[in-house]
T-cell receptor, first 111, second 113 residues
């Protein structure tokens, strides 16, 4: 059974204070790992796709990295508008369409 | 271009009542999905569809039925609502080529008393 665990559950940062969110996974034949952002009262919004260990993707203040067992979402010099819940999901090779989501990390960036 | 829309936004049902949630997308996506999101449990796939007239079960399909009569619409039905179905329901769609890049609707908050 595919499993995704995200930590911490919640994170409070001061504006400009860099940190990382963790996503550890167990999956039979990883097809891809994905990061989504979810604002309160809204649906998730796609951020990144990572396919293989060692791969990195960047978007503004966010950088996602992947190893064979986990992924990190690094947030550099965050701003209050980065406050959201960040969701990690995996897609196994056998289930071409199903994503398994973690429960998310709720990030709050204080001004 | 509205993306993915869901109706209604909120609904309160009594145990045993039935209802249908409607999802519509205007991106000409082949694939559509219904998820539920509960605190501490993440998004869980209920049913999905890879094309008009086709549906398949996801991780938590019991108590729900779906239909996709038109490419742009995906309906989720609850025949006899139970308190355990209290949740936030999200619809999503994606293209066949990029099925992991799912576009989500704003959600429907359902409470069953």
């Amino acid at each position: 059974e595919d499993q995704v665990t995200q930590s911490p559950e919640a994170l409070r940062l001061q504006e400009g204070e860099s940190s990382s969110l963790n996503c550890s996974y167990t999956v039979s034949g990883l097809r891809g790992l994905f990061w989504y952002r979810q604002d309160p009262g809204k649906g998730p919004e796609f951020l990144f796709t990572l396919y293989s260990a060692g791969e990195e993707k960047e978007k503004e203040r966010l950088k996602a990295t992947l190893t064979k067992k986990e992924s990190f979402l690094h947030i550099t010099a965050p701003k209050p508008e980065d406050s959201a819940t960040y969701l990690c999901a995996v897609q196994a090779g056998g289930s071409a369409r199903q994503l398994t989501f973690g429960s998310g990390t709720q990030l709050t960036v204080l001004p | 271009n509205a993306g993915v829309t869901q109706t209604p936004k909120f609904r309160v049902l009594k145990t045993g009542q039935s209802m249908t949630l409607l999802c519509a997308q205007d991106m000409n996506h082949e694939y559509m999905y219904w998820y539920r999101q509960d605190p501490g449990m993440g998004l869980r796939l209920i049913h999905y569809s890879v094309g008009e007239g086709t549906t398949a079960k996801g991780e938590v399909p019991d108590g729900y039925n779906v239909s996709r009569l038109k490419k742009q619409n995906f309906l989720l039905g609850l025949e006899s609502a139970a308190p355990s179905q209290t949740s936030v329901y999200f619809c999503a769609s994606s293209s066949r080529a990029l099925d992991y890049e799912q576009y989500f609707g704003p959600g429907t908050r359902l409470t069953v008393t």
